[in-house]
């Protein structure tokens, strides 16, 4: 059984079923998810393909595109620190979308128990290393993450945790599951990597983080007089805005400069930057100039690309890559975070978190902004305890 799932409007999602095609690529392969069976197919071939597909073009059937983090690091040129088996990018092709109303949960909540979670040393050292790249001049924003694993005590039906997750209040503008015969991704993503209607491309970056205790509006108010915060955005606001500009050459537009985002238990920031689109554009030009996305990655992006492979040692996988939806003349791309992946017969949930490093960032805040996006997942799961 092969499924996705996405939030569609406030009351609706959209249900894609009955594949027609699915793969998962490697660099020299691909399996096919329908029969199970690999096949000698290089990347370079995949890229090929991406190439074809136009921003322009009508898609009759819905194709859904999970892109791994991994995946930005061979179009970025560093290719040589992915392996063989290092899953790239999933591919599906559905023949049934329908757009239904928000299913009602048998389940009361997601009873979540910590496997692994990093230690408040282990990050200190690595905050520290990233403020003596910030120092040397080598960078000026670093997005530093860590992994956490989470177990549950029974085996849930995937169904019935895709009813659970949409049914919440709290789902991110594109928030989508996929399920994929044992493995499943659920995202609670509110950010957009890019979003292509009418010849215009979009992209949202989000960047700063308070945790909501009151007011939020007052929250707001206090942090427009946060410099850190108004520095975060700004540099990776002109990081996309440089990164549409490689498009065609056109002149992107920064339509929000400084905008409020809530999501469960947090206020962020982000901009809002548009480009008209006049010639026909490939989704792989559109991924060589925007992804990975610049808020998960940091300023200037190849060189802390590199700096993340040497201080993070390990795969961030489907965290802090993107989801892709063409469907008919729509085409969107997710960065995700809030973002978990589970393994439903191992009971075990994957799930990455972190943010933005600068000189003015503290490790002792950081820290702690890491954990309150953590605990924002799970107050949307309703864990016990959050």
């Known amino acids: 059984m092969i499924f996705s799932k996405f939030k569609w409007t406030h009351s609706s999602l959209l249900e894609l079923t009955n594949p027609k095609k699915a793969y998962v690529y490697f660099r020299t392969t691909r399996m096919n ?10 990347f370079k071939n995949f890229l090929n393909h991406l190439e ?6 009508h898609f009759q059937n819905p194709v859904v595109f999970h892109l791994y983090y991994e995946m930005g690091l061979i179009l970025n040129g560093l290719g040589h620190t992915v392996d063989e088996n290092t899953p790239l990018a999933i591919e599906i092709e559905y023949e049934k979308p329908r757009l239904k109303k928000i299913p009602k949960t048998r389940l009361e909540n997601l009873k979540l128990k910590t496997l692994e979670r990093p230690t408040w040393s282990e990050y200190r050292d690595a ?37 659970f997750f949409f049914s919440r209040k709290g789902v991110g503008a594109y928030g ?10 659920l995202s609670n993503s509110p950010e957009c990597l890019f979003q292509f209607q009418n010849n ?18 007052k929250e707001w108010k206090e942090m427009l007089k946060n410099e850190k915060e108004e520095g975060e955005l700004n540099m990776i606001t002109d990081l996309l805005r440089n990164d549409l500009n490689r498009l065609e050459k056109p002149q992107t537009r920064v339509l929000k400069e400084r905008m409020p985002l809530i999501v469960p238990g947090l206020l962020h920031q982000c901009s809002v930057l548009a480009v008209k689109i006049e010639e026909p554009l490939s989704l792989l030009r559109t991924l060589e100039c925007l992804f990975p996305g610049g808020s998960i990655t940091g300023a200037p992006k190849l060189k802390v690309m590199e700096i993340i492979q040497r201080t ?6 489907f965290y802090c890559g993107s989801t892709v939806l063409c469907w008919k003349e729509r085409k969107s791309a997710s960065i ?15 799930y990455g978190a972190g943010g933005g490093i600068t000189l003015l960032s503290r490790a002792p805040q950081e820290f702690q902004e890491m954990e309150s996006k953590v605990n924002s997942f799970l107050t949307l799961l309703k864990n016990p305890g959050y």
């Open 127 to 163: 905050f520290n290393y990233i403020q003596e790249e910030l120092l040397k001049g080598n960078c000026y924003q670093v997005n530093l993450t860590y992994p956490y694993e989470f177990t549950t005590e029974e085996i849930y039906d995937p169904r019935d945790l895709c009813d």
């Open 336 to 350: 995700n975070i809030r973002t978990a992946s589970l393994s439903i017969g191992d009971r075990i949930w994957k």
């Open 176 to 185: 989508h599951a996929t399920y994929l015969g044992d493995e499943m991704i």
């Open 312 to 317: 993070e040692r390990y795969s961030r996988g």
């Open 52 to 57: 074809e597909i136009k921003m322009q073009d």
């Open 200 to 217: 215009e491309m979009r992209t949202m970056p989000i960047k700063g983080t308070v945790k909501i205790r009151g007011n939020w509006k």
């Open 33 to 42: 998810l329908i029969t199970g069976y690999p096949e000698v197919y290089p």
